[in-house]
């Protein structure tokens, strides 16, 4: 699963579909590389120290605790956006809150996650192949 | 105009949204300590008998599995039996009982909290610094200092208790059976479909006291911010020229200002709607009124986590929903966000 | 506060020599504070609720307060001159069970707020600091948990804790609940502080980071996070209160004012016994009203630049 297409967008720009989409998902794609990493390196840790099911059962778990965080927080942004965006314009507490930011933070924690699941995916899979044919 | 396609739009959100919290509920199941399938089959039920209900439920598959599944179901809205609070029921049908009781409370809550707060704000910020102004926000302020678990038990010993005038818990009299009429679940809708009224009435009593409750605290925020969002249109420089050109002017300005004040209170109307859901877990459990406020805390304290799922999910659904609403309202007030 | 501020820090050797009492009352915001009726009185309720607080815990023994008096005491009394709070329904005296109960909702209140304290500006001045991606990933991070309503997110929480640590697991879920709220006012102030041009001085001077961190921001940010942790105090009081009240806290028999409501609700609002729920409940009214005052009057005391950042 990537993440999730962007309503309203579809007519915003003229640039070719592939490039729009190539930069829209680079972020995520950097955080779910790392997140696999993450992921594969704290399990091969696990391994040396001993029960590796259940640690891949905690890794993936907390992987979609930031997925599920990061896509919570990404559709929470381009839902109520603008109403914050305009609701601190007329009381001037500006935290300097933007729609844009929070959706690149939010695509970042979602891609991590999404990385640490696959890894942790990809991990135990292998590892259940190679305890069935040994 | 709002056109279809836009509110199509803001919908396919729903989908990102219940995902999200979908997987925010599957790793927390799964990172916190109780064992369902001990739960269900009870602390005494032999290792075989949980080996069985384990499988039954799919615990042995690999997680990723287990996570493709979840999603598949929650996306049905489907999920499963209750383990303890109702058992063998479906959470399905646990949940359409349950929901309307929230709902209702929350509408009634609301709707005194926009219809106090808004006039109260309004005259708070016309009257800035004068003994109303102050009462106003003196009153927003013990409103949000007051528990809901305190203020309620009060205010049914003095109304019901000591005075009398009001039912003391529950949403009818027990004399009535609203099974038998039950169209849409709301008590007060109901009764009027059935064309009784005196069920009517009965339902209406015992809907005062808690949803005055909880309307107490949106209306402490509601007027918090139409005050200085009003302030604020106030002080714009076309409402000074309408002042100098004398009352009937400036009476319209009004109106078009309080049209432009309405957008930032509209979002807090949206986005306080779930403080409202917490308030009523309280509100619920103070006034004996058995909606899903309860059943989540109950859920909670058992761990029938197939109620605990589908209890966050309809919370999320519905607060979406509402914020949804509120992201179109903002179209209807100033067509200009559309774009 | 800013006049303050590059006062303290332009003399800060000067500063060092005086006593602290002298310091605070020369702060312009501790004399606008102390000009501020309502904050005053509510002053005056936290520490007569200090008080309260620790003639409980030094002077009333605890086992006489949780054990059951049932055959010593009457039985659901209601308020006398012997029982001036009445009596419950295991015939144990009310007035110090509330009593108790002030000591409790101060020790885990102030736990709660300082540990959500520290945590929080730790990630407000580090996202502060870093800026860019650091910053924005922490504090979009915290704006969603914000987003959710605090009950709500507390009951969530609640549930990954072991239930063994009775309320230790409520303070550990509202640490993490009310984290987000210190995070952005730490990070606003430290902002407002790093634009000061000392700070770009001390840099070029080579000053390594931590230093400049705690150094210089840190001190310039005490008075909002004071004036942020004064007001969360109040909620965080009730929202303990209120996970003790659905059964999420303070084990069976234990004076704590929500437990104590929770009973006064669940058995005593239909029999009319109004003592069981009203006497916790105002001391814990009372208590946040405090709070929320002194609160207000700390918020408007502050240099409008700093107000900025808390809301």
């Known amino acids: ?134 | 105009m709002i056109s279809t396609r836009f509110v199509l739009k803001r919908l396919l959100l729903l989908v990102p949204v219940l995902v999200g919290v979908a997987s925010l509920v599957f790793s927390i199941l799964h990172l916190s300590p109780g064992d369902p399938a001990l739960t269900i089959a009870g602390e005494r039920a032999s290792e075989e008998f949980v080996r069985q209900v384990e499988e039954s439920l799919g615990l042995n598959d690999p997680i990723w599995v287990q996570y493709g599944r979840f999603l598949a179901d929650a996306a049905q809205f489907q999920f499963g039996e209750s383990f303890i609070i109702q058992r063998n029921t479906p959470v399905r049908e646990v949940l359409a009982n349950k929901l309307p009781v929230t709902l209702e409370l929350a509408l009634y809550g609301q709707l005194i909290g926009i219809s106090l707060g808004i006039p109260l704000g309004i005259l708070s910020a016309v009257k800035q610094d004068s003994i109303t102004d102050h009462l106003t926000r003196i009153g927003a302020l013990a409103g949000i200092s007051v528990p809901i678990f305190w203020s309620g038990p009060l205010l049914i010993l003095l109304f019901a208790q000591m005075l009398g005038w009001l039912p003391t818990s529950g949403r009818i009299s027990v004399l009535y059976n609203v099974e038998a009429i039950r169209v849409t679940g709301l008590v007060t809708v109901d009764t009027l479909l059935a064309g009784n009224w005196d069920m009517f009435v009965s339902a209406v009593r015992h809907m005062i006291l808690p949803a005055s409750v909880i309307g107490v605290y949106s209306m402490a925020l509601i007027s918090r911010m139409m005050r200085s969002s009003m302030l604020e249109v106030i002080r714009q420089d076309y409402m000074r020229t309408a002042r100098a050109k004398g009352q009937g002017a400036k009476i319209t300005v009004l109106k078009h200002g309080f049209r432009n004040a309405m957008i930032p209170v509209i979002t807090v109307i949206g986005i306080q709607f779930g403080g409202l859901l917490g308030g009523a877990v309280l509100t619920e459990t103070v006034f004996a009124i058995g909606g899903i406020g309860t059943l989540l805390v109950e859920a909670i304290k058992v761990g029938d986590y197939p109620i605990v799922q589908g209890t966050v999910l309809t919370f999320a659904f519905l607060f979406t929903l509402v914020n949804l609403g509120v992201d179109v309202t903002y179209s209807v007030l100033d067509p200009r966000i559309e774009q | ?311």
């Open chain 1, 1 to 134: 699963m990537s993440a999730p297409p962007e309503p309203g967008d579809a007519d915003a720009d003229a640039r070719p579909a592939l490039e729009r989409a190539a930069v829209r998902f680079r972020p995520v794609g950097t955080a779910a590389l790392a997140g696999a990493l993450v992921a594969a390196v704290w399990l091969a840790a696990r391994l040396v120290v001993g029960d590796l099911s259940a640690s891949v059962e905690t890794t993936f778990a907390l992987g979609s605790l930031a997925f599920g965080f990061g896509l919570l927080g990404w559709s929470g942004a381009v839902a109520l956006g603008r109403g914050i965006e305009s609701m601190q314009a007329h009381l001037d507490t500006g935290t300097g809150w933007t729609e844009a930011d929070a959706r690149r933070a939010m695509a970042r924690i979602l891609g991590f996650g999404l990385g640490v699941m696959l890894g942790a995916t990809a991990v135990g899979s292998a590892v259940s192949a190679f305890v069935a044919a040994a």
């Open chain 3, 1 to 311: 506060m800013s006049t303050e501020t590059t006062t303290t820090n332009e003399t800060s050797t000067d500063v060092d020599q005086r006593g602290l009492v002298d310091r605070l009352t020369a702060s312009p915001f501790v004399s606008r504070l102390l000009s501020n009726r309502l904050a005053l009185a509510g002053i005056a309720i936290i520490v007569a609720m200090v008080v309260i607080a620790l003639y409980a815990r030094l002077f009333l023994d605890l086992d006489v307060i949780t054990q059951s008096q049932l055959g010593t005491n009457p039985n659901r009394a209601p308020p006398s001159l012997d029982f001036p709070f009445g009596t419950d329904g295991q015939a144990r005296s009310l007035l110090p069970r509330v009593a108790y109960g002030a000591w409790y909702a101060m020790l885990f209140g102030t736990v709660t707020v300082a540990a959500s304290t520290v945590l929080g500006v730790g990630l407000g001045i580090i996202a502060a600091y870093y800026g860019d991606v650091t910053d924005n990933v922490i504090m979009r991070t915290m704006d969603v948990l914000l987003a959710f309503p605090s009950l709500l997110l507390a009951l969530a929480l609640v549930a990954i804790f072991p239930d063994d640590l009775g309320l230790w697991r409520a303070v550990a879920a509202l640490t993490l609940v009310y984290t987000p709220r210190f995070a952005r006012v730490v990070r606003g102030a430290a902002l407002t502080v790093l634009e000061n041009e000392y700070i770009d001085a001390t840099v070029a001077l080579g000053a390594a980071d931590p230093r400049v961190l705690v150094r210089h921001v840190l001190p310039n940010c005490l008075a909002p996070i004071t004036v942020q942790s004064t007001l969360n105090f109040g909620l965080a009081i009730i929202d303990l209160a209120a996970l003790s009240f659905l059964g999420f806290g303070a084990a069976a028999g234990t004076p704590s004012w929500g437990l104590m409501l929770s009973n006064g609700v669940s058995q005593g609002l239909l029999t009319g016994v109004w003592w069981w729920s009203f006497f916790p409940g105002f001391f814990l009214a009372l208590t946040v009203l405090g709070f929320n005052l002194l609160g207000d009057g700390m918020r408007d005391a502050l240099d409008p630049r700093m107000r900025e950042a808390v809301d």
